[in-house]
């Protein structure tokens, strides 16, 4: 949270000084943000797309970065996207997947959705997880656990510092390197909860009625909070049923009321999701995208 806001602060600061040299710009955070962050982050280079899905991973940070976004017509020297290996890593590599509790991330490979190339994951699966766990504050369990959240700074270990160097100027060992690197990884035990860093207000829901009466009774230390060890012997399921929500089952931007999802339709969408193949081969014979790609508002003002 500290990072949201101090990212909201900063990115508030340069719109208001672009704005005062003559050209519009517009602030976009966590809490009010008018463009997507993922597709501009794999636009400038900042990362690339991760088996996480609809996140981005960076070469230096993994996953433990959050984005605010400046938006402006001012000229800019503008960046590119990156390749450090990133999609053959994630593609061999299915540890965040194993160890989510929710089973929310995909095993198998990249889809084709609402137009863009992703691993997709079940969206309400993890939400639902994450809002309801009473075992613990939240989950974030799939940046914990992933291979490249380590710290390679000069403080941090060596391993994770050669690791590091190695995958990103090494490009030509990348396919072999990523395979032990997976493999150490689970063999030092990174990802298991380290005690030492425990946060101090990782709390459990109680079930006790007395919380109604005794706030002190509602949380306690977290003696049963979901705390597992990984698991690399766990069993890759062969079939996954996942749910997608394309774009064509979404509500309006505006709508403040409750929309109950379909899970049975998004099951059938993500049974029915265009492979990448399938979506170059369409594209190459000119065919239409798939009305799933569609928004439901502009379909019905089409309409």
Known sequence: MRSYLRGAEVVGVMAAMIRAMGYPARAHSS?????????????????????????????????????????????????????????????SCLKCARECPSQAIPYGDKVMFNGYETWK??????????????????????????????????????????????????????PVLALIAIWLDDVLGHGNPINTKKWWLD??????????????????????????????????????????????TLPTPDLLAAFPLDRKQGLKHAAEAETVEEALARRARGGEKPSTYIPSYESEKSA
């Open 203 to 248: 709390l459990e829901v109680m079930g006790d009625k007395t919380f109604k009466y005794d706030a002190r009774n509602y949380t306690v230390a977290a003696k049963d909070a979901n705390r597992p060890n990984i698991n690399p012997k766990k069993k890759i399921p062969k079939q996954q049923k996942m749910a997608y929500y394309p774009a064509s």
């Open 31 to 91: 809490l009010d943000s008018h463009v997507l962050h993922v597709p501009l982050v794999l636009n400038s280079g900042l990362g690339e797309q991760s088996r996480i899905g609809e996140s981005a991973l960076n070469p230096f940070l993994g996953i433990r970065f959050k984005t605010t976004v400046l938006t402006t017509d001012m000229p800019l020297t503008t960046d590119k996207p990156i390749d450090v290996g990133l999609q053959t890593f994630c593609g």
């Open 121 to 174: 994951p079940d969206t309400e699966r993890c939400t639902s997880y994450r809002a309801t766990n009473l075992k613990g504050s939240s989950c974030g369990r799939c940046i914990h656990i992933c291979p490249l959240t380590k710290d390679i700074t000069l403080d941090g270990p060596l391993l994770h510092q050669l690791g590091s160097w190695l995958g990103v100027h090494a490009m030509w060992l990348k």
